[in-house]
């Protein structure tokens, strides 16, 4: 469905529905690699899970982030 270029409500909604898919795609590749994270990639483990925090925190998951946030500073502090 095509909104009328006026109609910035439809707009919004398409915007904010195109940026809550893409951040659930990603979650989920996210939570799929960091199941098993591979040591030799070091920091990047954290640092992927920095990620997967932020993109659960703009999906509006409210106590996912916590977590990864938790689990990313302590992969991180070593570094």
Do not use: H
Not at 4 to 13: F, K, Q, W
């Amino acid at each position: 469905m095509q909104p009328a270029a006026d109609d910035t409500n439809a707009l919004e909604t398409q915007a904010y529905q195109a940026i809550l898919g893409a951040a659930c795609t990603i979650m989920f590749r996210l939570k799929e690699l960091l199941a098993k994270p591979d040591p030799a990639l070091g920091f990047y483990n954290g640092e992927l899970r920095f990620w997967l925090g932020w993109v659960q925190e703009m999906a509006v998951i409210m106590l996912l982030p916590q977590e990864s946030w938790r689990q990313a500073r302590s992969e991180l502090e070593p570094f």
